[in-house]
């Protein structure tokens, strides 16, 4: 069974820089896809960064490109979420994602529902 460990979130002011690591394990198989996405307050679970099975392909959402880059350890399978010039709108519950259902090893997923497991989460709040 796989487990995801998220780590790293924590309480910081707007403008800072904050990492996010997913920690995998449990895994069989040589492909697994790995996504992050997060939940505000109040609203929806929504897609921020996804990294492909192979070759580091990387797919952002429009309120974080530029701002946040994904790497992944392939060898540790540990994945990260680089954030820069974090906004008080990026307060929330981030979530790690992966899948091992990968029909293109270089694709990135974004969509929810094609993930079979998560994370337990973990809180980033941004002060302003």
């Known amino acids: 069974q796989v487990k995801l460990v998220e780590s790293g979130g924590t309480l910081v002011q707007a403008g800072a820089s904050l990492k996010l690591s997913c920690a995998a394990s449990?895994?069989?198989?040589?492909?697994?896809?790995m996504g992050w996405f997060r939940r505000a307050p109040g609203k929806e679970r929504e897609f921020v960064g996804a990294i492909s099975a192979i070759g580091g392909n990387t797919r952002y959402a429009d309120s974080v490109k530029g701002r946040w880059t994904i790497s992944r350890g392939y060898s540790n399978d540990i994945m990260t979420l680089h954030m820069n010039n974090v906004k008080p709108d990026d307060t929330a519950v981030y979530y790690c994602?992966?899948?091992?259902?990968?029909?293109?090893?270089?694709?990135?997923?974004?969509?929810?529902?094609?993930?079979?497991?998560w994370g337990q989460g973990t809180q980033v709040t941004v002060s302003s």
């Open positions: 994602a992966g899948t091992a259902r990968v029909r293109n090893v270089l694709s990135t997923i974004a969509a929810e529902s094609e993930y079979d497991d």
């Open positions: 449990g895994r069989s198989g040589s492909h697994y896809a």
